[in-house]
């Protein structure tokens, strides 16, 4: 850390070590010292200290978070990686499921969100965004440590983590559960239970062996009023392996191949009786037991339902870092990935949904000169689906003064689509006929992936060898082909319970929207020490799309200001303040979100004794009131919480 506090790095906006200075776009850090000074109990709450970014909660399990809008319940615009593993889930409808990430919060190093369209760099997932998530190497974790959280609304967390010495390897492994009784006034409580490895093998003095391993078992309660969403448990399994091989040749030159393999499976199944259906559409009782005896439907009826889901990737990566000339850096690579998901509800077929995915890539930077840095790169995609895509970025930083720099970039990037998006057909049927009833969605098939193209200039100024800075960025972000919904006639055949309410139509998805996004971004960092700091951002944004709900998926002001101190020696206050304009998610205008402000404060107070470091802290979230960030309906309430620390 004292490394990074004297020359500010990042470590993968274009798969490069570089001082933020010379990156080929802006970067928000987010160390291990603010991600404690906040308080946070998952990264998406940490995306609040990012400007640009909504981040909401869809039921206390579920947050949602997205930059720049354009985003309904499953954001899928954005990328987030762990380590060189992608976490971006694009089997289903969700992108980013925050929830099935194993990684403990306190064994982050930092977090690195490269701030626009990075595909060059990390493909199509990396549409607007990425995420990158480093976490400490096991030797520089604590021999033992454990963590305790009580607070309000049914707040519990158990965090144990073990670092032991094996010969040439050391291993750390972390188990939790988290849960809290979500939000108001729904049923949606939740437990998360994780565990999450990694183990350093230093193989020789040029070679590195890194294994990770985790393990989420979530189980929550979900629903609504509506029928077709009464209240139940869900079961969500998720497990993932990887390998990561790395060598040194010298010069700083480095070659590393990555594996990884995870599987995802959720049970989710349920009745909605036939009877109550229809009498959840206006229909009065005997009215709806006539019709259902017209129909030929069974008194006991219904239409079973089975969200049932599996899905499992593997992914293979080859990278190269090398210096062809003092002033010249390059990483290149390929690499190859397959997604196999099923789900016969979702895709009205038992068969594996197969994607194979192919890329190749390179990035460069090269030191024209003390004030000229210039970068370049692109990715080449293909998938069974699509034909190849090109995604180049190219940009120029031109440092003023050895502090102040200027940069200007322009990329281009598509975004591969889901299965979902392609391939879903989401029939329902009446049990004791089986006759369909309902189709909620249809396939869409012909579909070309969505496309951006982005300007960005943006300036930024450092001192103190850049703990402190001050970066602007103003951006002109243009999506074409964006997917809109129309409403079709169904493509089912074969016998349709006719009268059941269902006019035989359903929505699909197709190429017909655009977005215009315009803005400027300001952030700003006084920190004159490690554990003391002041900072704060601003985002001005507009979108202008020819859907009219995209128009108003992201607020057109939104500030935050965060500050920690010691107060006295031992005991750490901080404080951050929010502030989020009027928005709504891809939702209909009912559904519009008021402005609201929330604040959270923190204070710690740390120990040792008998070489036993240990930190209580107290704070609460949300102080100033309940707050609505997804529907207006559901509000996070104020929360008090306490946490214990203890590291040997």
Known sequence: MSFLDDIPVVLS??????????APGAVTVIDRAMIRASGARDVAELLTWVPGFQVGRKNGSTALTTYHGLSDDAPRRMLVRVDGRSAYSPYFISGIEWAKISVDIDDIERIEVFRGSNAAAYGSNAFLGVVNIITRPA?????????????????????????????????????GRQGDNGLAPVDDTYRNQRVDARIDWQLAPDQELEFHLGFVDGRARTGSSDVTDPARSIDNYTGFGQLRWRKQLGLGDEIKA????????????????????????????????FQMALLGVAPNGGVDVDYATRSLRDDLEFEHLLHPHSDLRLSWGAGLREDRVTSAQMFNTDDNITVRHARLFANTEWQANPRWTFNAGAMLEKTNDTGPRLSPRVAANYHVLPDTTLRAAVSRAYRNLTPFERQADL????????????????????????RVTTREIGLRQEWWGGRSNIDLRLFDERIEDMLRRDTATTNATGPILS???????????????????????????????????????????????????????????????FAATELFPGWHMSVSHHFVGSMQWYTQEKYRLKPYRQTHLRLARRFAAAGVRGELAIGVERFTDDIADYLPTLTRPTQAYATLRLEY
């Open 499 to 561: 009268g059941a309410l269902w006019k035989g139509d359903s929505p699909r998805y197709y190429n017909g929207g655009y977005a215009k996004i315009r803005g400027a971004e300001l952030t700003a960092l006084y920190r004159p020490t490690h554990d003391t700091w002041i900072g704060g951002h601003y985002a001005s944004l507009d979108i202008n799309s020819n859907d009219e709900f995209a128009d108003r998926t992201a607020p057109n002001e939104q500030f935050s200001v």
């Open 139 to 175: 030797a520089d974790t604590p021999r033992y440590r454990v963590r305790i959280t009580e607070g309000e609304n049914g707040i519990q967390e158990r965090v144990l983590s073990t670092r032991q010495q094996i010969g040439d390897a050391t291993a750390r492994l972390t188990v």
């Open 13 to 22: 906006a274009a798969r490069l070590v570089q001082p933020l200075k010379d």
């Open 258 to 289: 990555t594996y990884f393999h995870q599987e995802e499976r959720a049970v989710d199944a349920y009745t909605i009786p036939f009877l109550t259906f229809l009498v959840q559409q206006g229909i009065p009782a005997p009215v709806a037991s």
């Open 427 to 450: 029939r329902f049927y009446e049990s004791s006929t089986g006759k369909l009833v309902r189709q909620s969605f249809q396939p869409s098939p012909g579909l070309r992936p969505e």
